[in-house]
């Protein structure tokens, strides 16, 4: 070091209008190179004091970040339709005023004190009259019409929600203006390539909402998706960054043909921060943005990748919270809240009146839509702050997803089922049990909230007499009718229940190895709960108890019901991670290619390594693991589905099978 001279540019002498002077200088025409120097050094000094002294963003962002997001979305904004060639300069500063917002405000999120999102608001109404916002609402309600060059609320661009049977309720999106807002700007900043991160909690629609947008996009653009978990290194993220490009000219890399390809990384901050507070799979990403290269960790050459662009979500309370201010400076963030009552209401009733008007029920019990979304929406807030997460209870979180479950019942309900008030009150109790009380974990909380569920009840349903409240057993099941002819259905009693899953268990062992079974009212309830998840859409279940009360045998018999086929694992000595992969490939396929219904059974005694679970993990969160098939074998699938696809209508390309 005595022999070099050191330079040390400290941030804040530099600050920020070097960048902002270069950008501008690249703007082509001059009214707007002018206006816009006069705007910046208005709007910016006051919005970073702010930023430094009063707010808080949901994950700490770097100045120069908010700077670049600034100048996104000006880009974006000043296009010749929105502010023509010498147009007035209270055009300029219209839309600059809209993008500032955006940029200052859009990381900005509710903490449990203080909305920062509405306080905010408040300060630039106060701050900065120049350019007057409706006087309702916040400023981040409305939107520039791009017409009359006048706000408008965002709620008028929402589309109504046409109610689609067909699509599982994991991944239906009715809009809302939180929605609309957030796709509006997506649009606009992949169009220019620009990386876009959305940062909110679990259950928020981060993925739903990106994946939406997605699938939309025209054939021009190509997706990659790359699940993050705590085990993801540098290398197994370089195989899957790599996968789909191929080689061009000299040392360049990219997609096929003229595609741009859109990298979607969803989890961005679970990877494991290595001793050194580095993480791996972040530097590997930033290098990329920075000087879009690569090594290749065989020939230590360097690779050219060009025509990608990035998309990121991130839950900024879990993995390492917060990412490297390197690699997020190239990221426009923006903070997704959990909705409102207004937004979740319109969501619900809207799937619920769709599937009551479009299933033929009858009117008594279609105008009963907005009750039961009021009482589930009202039980979900008084469940979330009566049962808090403890280091024993850690599992006591209850999110948007939850919230959802209680809904798919009622999507389950034939016509039939439904006839009157009292069955739907005793349908919406028995939904609440299953998904908040099962997950309840002593005696005591469960007193709680059977006293909770029916105030709840009493309150909302309220021409219901009582002793239908409290009558016992109250279960609906897809096997009320009779085992085959799944409807999902109340059931009358316990004698009836019980003679159905007798002969069920005689079917059963007469096929498989014997289960020699006691059928009590706990084993029966257990099982109807069972086969509930298994039955619905991408139903995933964790059953803890202690070892021999049938956590494996009611599984089975369930799965049995359902006709499901069970698949475990048989562990062996030098079981390792490739053979999980192997094992999970041929349910895979199974399931896939030869439509079999699968039930994949693994226990705690199987899982001889943590890394297990990694695999597990993706294919809960995904339905992908990354590297599961051989080339040689993804042409076999191809080829086992190509007479599917053409059944279906669809032309029999390589990426549609």
């Known amino acids: 070091v005595?022999?070099?001279?050191i330079l040390y540019i400290n941030p804040a002498d530099l600050g920020w209008n070097p960048v902002v002077t270069s950008w501008i200088d690249t703007r082509e025409v001059q009214s707007e190179r002018a206006n816009l120097t006069i705007l910046f050094d208005k709007y910016v000094p006051p919005c970073l004091e702010a930023l430094r002294t009063r707010f808080k963003t949901i994950i700490p962002v770097p100045e120069i970040s908010v700077i670049h997001m600034l100048?996104?979305?000006?880009?974006?904004?000043?296009?010749?339709?929105?502010?023509?060639?010498?147009?007035?300069?209270?055009?300029?500063?219209?839309?600059?005023?809209?993008?500032?917002?955006?940029?200052?405000?859009?990381?900005?999120?509710?903490?449990?004190?203080?909305?920062?999102?509405?306080?905010?608001?408040?300060w630039w109404v106060t701050e900065f009259k120049t350019i007057k916002f409706p006087s309702t609402g916040t400023v981040f309600d409305y939107y520039i019409d791009a017409e009359s060059k006048k706000f408008l609320p965002w709620s008028d661009r929402v589309q109504k929600y046409a109610h689609d049977a067909e699509i599982p309720l994991s991944s239906v999106l009715v809009s809302t203006t939180e929605t609309v807002r957030y796709r509006y700007f997506l649009d606009m900043l992949m169009e220019k390539k620009r990386p876009v991160m959305l940062v909110g909690n679990a259950g928020l629609g981060k993925s739903v909402l990106i994946g939406n947008k997605l699938n939309e996009l025209s054939d021009d653009f190509m997706v990659s998706k790359v699940p993050f978990n705590f085990y993801t290194t540098s290398a197994m993220l370089q195989a899957v960054l790599e996968e789909p490009l191929e080689k061009k000219a000299g040392r360049n890399f990219g997609p096929p043909g003229t595609k741009r390809l859109i990298y979607f990384i969803d989890d961005m901050n679970m990877p494991e921060v290595d001793t050194y507070g580095t993480v791996q799979p972040h530097t590997l990403i930033r290098q990329h943005l920075d000087y879009s290269q690569w090594y290749d960790r065989q020939k230590l050459i360097l690779k050219e990748v060009h025509n990608t662009q990035y998309v990121a979500a991130m839950n900024p309370t879990s993995g390492s919270f917060t990412i490297n201010p390197r690699l997020q400076r190239w990221f426009c963030m923006f903070a997704l809240s959990f909705p409102g009552v207004d937004a979740l209401t319109t969501i619900y009733t809207s799937i619920v009146a769709g599937h009551l008007s479009t299933g033929g029920f009858n009117n008594t019990v279609q105008k009963l839509a907005p009750t039961m979304v009021a009482a589930?929406?009202?039980?979900?807030?008084?469940?979330?702050?009566?049962?808090?997460?403890?280091?024993?209870?850690?599992?006591?979180i209850f999110n948007?997803?939850?919230?959802?479950?209680?809904?798919?019942?009622?999507?389950?309900?034939?016509?039939d089922a439904l006839k009157t008030p009292a069955d739907m009150c005793k349908l919406w109790l028995h939904e609440a049990s299953r998904v908040y009380g099962d997950k309840l974990m002593d005696e005591k909380d469960i007193e709680t909230f059977e006293k909770i569920k029916l105030e709840f009840a009493k309150k909302h349903f309220?021409?219901?007499e009582e002793d239908v409240l409290t009558a016992q057993p109250q279960i609906f099941c897809h096997f009320a009718a009779g085992i085959g002819e799944p409807k999902y259905q109340f059931v009358p009693g316990w004698e009836h229940l019980n003679k159905i899953?007798?002969?069920?268990?005689?079917?059963?062992?007469?096929?498989?190895?014997a289960m020699n079974l006691v059928l009590f009212e706990d084993a029966m309830s257990h099982i109807c709960r069972i086969n509930r998840i298994l039955e619905s859409p991408r139903g995933n279940a964790l059953l803890v108890g202690v070892g021999g009360s049938g956590?494996?045998?009611?599984?089975?018999?369930?799965?049995?019901i359902s006709s499901l086929d069970v698949f475990q694992i048989t562990l062996r000595k030098g079981y390792n991670i490739n053979?999980?992969?192997?094992?999970?490939?041929?349910?895979?396929?199974?399931?896939?290619?030869?439509?079999?219904?699968?039930?994949?059974?693994?226990?705690?005694?199987?899982?001889?390594?943590?890394?297990?679970?990694?695999?597990?993990?993706?294919?809960?969160?995904?339905?992908e693991i990354p590297g599961l098939f051989q080339p040689d074998q993804i042409e076999d699938i191809i080829g086992g589905v190509r007479t599917e696809v053409k059944g279906m209508g669809m032309e029999d390309t390589r990426e549609n099978c």
Not at 376 to 396: M, Q
């Open 376 to 396: 589930g929406l009202d039980l979900h807030k008084k469940i979330a702050s009566t049962f808090l997460p403890t280091a024993i209870k850690f599992h006591y």
């Open 462 to 464: 309220d021409d219901v």
């Open 2 to 5: 005595s022999r070099a001279g």
């Open 579 to 623: 053979d999980l992969k192997v094992d999970l490939g041929g349910v895979c396929i199974k399931a896939g290619v030869k439509n079999i219904g699968m039930m994949f059974l693994m226990t705690d005694s199987q899982v001889p390594d943590e890394k297990f679970l990694v695999l597990v993990n993706d294919l809960l969160a995904t339905g």
């Open 71 to 122: 100048c996104h979305l000006i880009d974006g904004l000043f296009t010749k339709e929105n502010t023509p060639p010498d147009c007035p300069k209270e055009l300029y500063e219209l839309y600059f005023v809209f993008a500032a917002v955006w940029a200052f405000g859009g990381g900005m999120f509710q903490d449990q004190l203080v909305d920062h999102r509405v306080e905010f608001s408040k």
């Open 501 to 513: 899953l007798v002969e069920a268990l005689e079917n059963y062992n007469e096929i498989n190895a």
């Open 400 to 415: 948007l997803r939850d919230l959802s479950n209680i809904f798919q019942g009622v999507l389950f309900a034939a016509p």
């Open 551 to 560: 956590k494996q045998s009611l599984s089975r018999l369930s799965a049995f």
